[in-house]
C-alpha cells in the first residue's frame, strides 16, 4: 500500500473516515480509519457494503452534493452483511492540523510495532522477510554476507555485521527472533543468547527434530545454558500441519506462529 504521506500529496482534497464507536462484532474496531479521495482510497474500515456505504458518503461530501458527517450503520441483513454489530462513523475533511495529526498517530505507531529480527537472508529468510514485510511489524533481516541482503522488500531494515549474536540483546522486550543462518554454529550461538533472555515473545530455528536433539545438547553440555530453555524454543519452524519444505510455504507457517506468540504476549502483559 502507498505510505500515507505519498497518498497526501497525490490526493490533498480527502475526507477521513473514522470508527468512533463499535458494539457488538464488527470488522474493524474503533480508531480504525481510512482516507478518500475523488479516485482513490487509502487504508480500510471493514471492507464490504458498509465500507461502500461510507465511501459514497465520503464522495457526496467532496462533490458538494450532500453526505452526513456522521453515520451509524447496523451491520446486519439490510446491507447485506452478517457481522451482527453496529459501528459508528465520522467523516471530516482534510485539513491541514489533520494531516500532521495523521502522519503524528502512524509514527507512533510505527515506533511501537513489535520487533521480527530474521537472523538469515537464505531462501526462507527472505521468503519470510517477504511474508512478513507488508504486516504491521518491525522486520530487521540480519546478516553476515552482502550479498545476501540484496532484493529484499523495500520495508524490511538490514544489518551487515560480523557476529550477529551480539545483537540479540538489542531486540526490544516482546520482539520475536527467528534464525535461519548457513551455519549451524552461528545458529547456536545465536539462539543461546535469545535463550537467555525471558522477555522475547518468539525463539525459532529452521532444522529438525536431530537439530533440536543437539542443539539441546551442545547447550547444557558445551553452552553453559539451563537444558529448559529448549522448551522456549520453536525448532523446528512452521509447525507440522502443512508438510511441504517449499520456502514460501515454511515462511506462511512461520508468519502464523509468530503473529500468534506476538499476541499471546501482549495478552500475558496486559493482563
Not at 168 to 193: M, P, Y
Request: glycine fraction near 10%; charged fraction near 20%.
Amino acid at each position: 500500500m502507498t505510505d500515507l504521506s505519498t497518498f497526501l500529496t497525490a490526493h490533498p482534497d480527502a475526507i477521513l473516515v473514522d470508527i468512533t464507536g463499535t458494539q457488538g462484532s464488527t470488522p474493524r474496531e474503533a480508531g480504525a480509519f481510512m482516507l478518500v479521495s475523488v479516485n482513490a482510497l487509502w487504508g480500510t474500515i471493514g471492507g464490504g457494503q458498509f465500507e461502500f456505504m461510507a465511501i459514497a458518503n465520503a464522495r457526496e461530501i467532496l462533490a458538494g452534493t450532500g453526505g452526513a458527517i456522521t453515520m451509524d450503520i447496523p451491520l446486519g441483513p439490510e446491507i447485506g452483511q452478517c457481522c451482527g454489530g453496529r459501528t459508528q462513523l465520522r467523516f471530516r475533511r482534510l485539513t491541514q492540523a489533520l494531516k500532521d495529526e495523521l502522519e503524528a498517530r502512524l509514527a507512533g505507531e510505527i515506533d511501537r510495532l513489535p520487533e521480527v529480527f530474521l537472523f538469515g537472508a537464505g531462501h526462507v529468510g527472505r521468503a519470510l522477510a517477504s511474508a512478513l514485510a507488508p504486516l504491521p511489524l518491525s522486520v530487521t533481516v540480519v546478516e553476515t554476507r552482502q550479498e545476501e541482503l540484496a532484493n529484499l522488500p523495500d520495508e524490511i531494515n538490514t544489518r551487515l555485521v560480523p557476529m550477529p549474536e551480539a545483537l540479540v540483546k538489542d531486540i526490544s522486550a516482546g520482539g520475536a527472533v527467528v534464525i535461519l543462518t548457513h551455519d549451524h554454529a552461528l545458529d547456536f550461538l545465536i539462539a543461546r543468547e535469545a535463550l537467555e533472555r525471558t522477555d522475547l515473545a518468539y525463539i525459532g530455528m529452521i532444522g529438525s527434530a536431530t537439530k533440536r536433539a543437539t542443539f539441546a545438547s551442545w547447550l547444557s553440555r558445551e553452552a553453559g545454558g539451563d537444558r529448559a530453555w529448549i522448551e522456549r524454543l520453536t525448532l523446528p519452524i512452521g509447525g507440522s500441519a502443512v508438510r511441504d519444505k517449499r520456502p514460501e510455504v515454511i515462511a506462511a507457517m512461520t508468519a502464523a506462529e509468530i503473529l500468534t506468540a506476538l499476541a499471546a504476549y501482549r495478552m500475558r502483559s496486559s493482563s
